[in-house]
């Protein structure tokens, strides 16, 4: 029997003071000790140190056997960041195998185990042409054919694929990320207003009478910085932002 969010979130509310009890250091952030991350019905467990996940991953065993819960060991994923080509023995679960990955999707986010956004804009990009073939196919079966029509579907779906996460990773986007997303807006303008294809992007925009993704990518990352800006000093978000701004002027 699976659990809604609400009703797993009441049976594992105590983990986190079950895992606090054990000692567990966990993940510094701006001086904060970070155990674990909780949304919906996803558990992140943090360790600085092999031994430390090992037992955190004994400690949940016996924490969910007390609650009668089970893990489903084929979602759950090791991802390990490291800086050196070190080779680390297996992680159990429940005497199963836990698979390492180079990187995890995390509420729809792709985070790579060597903490750059490469791998992820590179899905997003992906999404994009997906999204912008499988719209003109459904066009063509429900034989729509009006511009504006079209223009408000791709900018109410696969603008969103695109930019999906762009708060996080707006500011670390290169040039050349953003003229691969500029084809996909191309090729769709290109494509429905039967323009050529060596026609300049900025006249295309115009001509369509749309706005450059990345400007609104950019909008995104200055409306979420904003919103960042207003809320507690102890909250999570603004300690991440103000730890990596830290970070940029030590650098």
């Not at 979130?9 to 105590?14: A, L, R, T």
């Not at 092999?50 to 949940?60: A, G, I, M, S, V």
């Not at 991802?79 to 990187?103: G, H, Q, R, W």
């Amino acid at each position: 029997m699976s659990l809604s969010p609400t009703v797993f979130g009441i049976y594992i509310d105590k983990l986190e003071g079950y895992l606090e009890e054990a000692g567990f250091d966990g993940t510094i952030l701006a001086g904060i000790v970070i155990i674990l991350l909780l949304y919906a019905d996803d558990i992140v467990l943090l360790a600085r140190y092999p031994f430390d996940l090992d037992k955190q991953l004994r400690l949940l065993k016996n924490f969910y056997s007390t609650m009668a819960m089970t893990v489903n060991t084929d979602k759950t994923k090791v991802m390990i960041i490291k800086s050196k080509k070190d080779t680390y023995a297996n992680f159990m679960y429940d005497n199963n195998n836990l698979e390492e990955v180079y990187s995890y999707k995390y509420l729809g986010i792709d985070i790579h185990h060597k903490l750059n956004w490469n791998h992820n804009i590179e899905k997003r990009i992906n999404g994009g042409w997906k999204d912008d073939f499988g719209l003109e196919n459904n066009c063509k079966i429900e034989n729509l054919v009006m511009w504006d029509k079209k223009k408000f579907l791709f900018e109410n779906l696969a603008t969103p694929v695109i930019l999906y996460g762009g708060e996080v990773w707006g500011c670390n986007i290169s040039r050349e990320s953003w003229r691969k997303i500029d084809k996909i807006h191309k090729r769709f303008i290109t494509y429905n207003l039967k323009i050529k294809n060596n026609t300049p992007y900025p006249i295309l925009l115009i001509e369509a009478g749309l706005s450059p993704i990345e400007s609104l990518g950019m909008l995104r990352f200055l409306l979420y910085k904003h919103k960042l800006s207003n809320i507690d000093d102890h909250r999570l978000p603004k300690l991440a932002l103000n730890s990596y701004q830290n970070h940029l002027r030590l650098n």
